[in-house]
């Protein structure tokens, strides 16, 4: 049984009958899809809450639709990470954005990459302070509560081989704080309950123009290098010709005025067409990292 599914479709429909109406996600067992119905299950991970998923990839989803791909996509989603990566591990999903990390523990769950985020969508970490703590240094984190959204995050980890390097090891010299979104890790550096935060570049940029007025008290102090971004995965038992319709629909979203505001809605620049060499660099990372802070790979990259 599927347990924590965000069943967005009807929260599409809920949200267009009621617009004002006090917003009840739905959460449950996610129908069926009759494959005689050529219909294809299309997940995203989520993002804060089930709406926020929906309103951040639904005009995606209506785009590829509406470049007659020859079959439908229906959006699906996970309550949480963790109920997202279970729904791959259970091989539940026709096709889906796969962070980085997950992409080689997918694969080994019968998926295969067909396409990936831009060059502009690479994933880089950034270690954000208080304005007026007066760290200049890593090495000033040292003992210190250090918030990350998630330990099997690739921008987290990214933080911490950064850190690292520095001469902080965060497991053995500070304190680190697992949050679950980078919304609250940002959130406990404002609230004075950690002395950093590590996000991604892309969250860090997010949580300024949203939250100007708390984003204006904390300050970027250390950047890393960056590494590919997200996997657009499909089940390897899909038809060939229908792979190949969804990376040509997912390659020609820039070339329209719908298609880019599509993408910019989803956070994405675009995408281009890839294969699991793509991310070759990711699993350079991923044996350095583990050089240093030890344990075995489980599915994201968890350790």
């Given at each position: ?48 809450s089930a709406r926020s998923t929906w309103e951040r990839y639904s005009p995606l989803v209506a ?71 007066h760290i200049a240094s890593a090495k000033a984190l040292r003992g210190k509560v250090i918030a ?156």
């Open positions: 049984m599927r347990r924590g599914v965000v069943v967005i479709a009807a929260l599409a429909v809920a949200c267009r009958m009621h617009p004002q109406a006090a917003y009840t996600p739905e959460y449950g067992k996610s129908p069926a899809v009759a494959r005689t119905a050529a219909r294809y299950s299309f997940g995203v991970p989520p993002i804060g785009e590829l639709n509406a470049s007659d791909l020859g079959f439908e996509l229906r959006l699906e989603s996970g309550q949480t990470v963790d109920g997202y990566e279970a729904r791959l591990t259970g091989e539940q999903l026709d096709f889906a954005i796969v962070d980085p990390v997950q992409v080689l523990a997918a694969e080994d769950k019968k998926y295969q990459v067909i396409a990936r985020a831009g060059t502009r969508d690479r994933v880089r970490g950034v270690i954000v302070v208080r304005r007026d703590s990350f959204a998630s330990g099997s995050d690739l921008a987290t980890m990214l933080c911490q081989y950064r850190l690292a390097q520095a001469g902080v090891n965060v497991r053995r010299n500070a304190s680190p704080l697992y949050t679950h979104a980078s919304n609250s890790a940002l959130l406990a550096v404002f609230l004075h309950r950690a002395a950093a935060a590590g996000v991604s570049a892309e969250d860090w940029t997010d949580y300024r123009d949203t939250q100007p007025s708390r984003g204006d008290e904390l300050v970027e102090r250390f950047r890393t290098d960056d590494l590919p971004g997200p996997a657009v995965m499909c089940r390897d038992s899909i038809p060939i010709e229908r792979q190949r319709a969804m990376r040509r629909g997912l390659l020609r979203l820039g070339a329209s005025a719908k298609g880019r505001a599509a993408l910019i809605s989803a956070g994405i620049s675009g995408f281009v067409a890839a294969e699991s060499a793509s991310y070759d660099e990711v699993w350079e990372f991923l044996g350095a990292y583990r050089r240093i802070f030890g344990g075995s790979a489980g599915y994201g990259g968890a350790l």
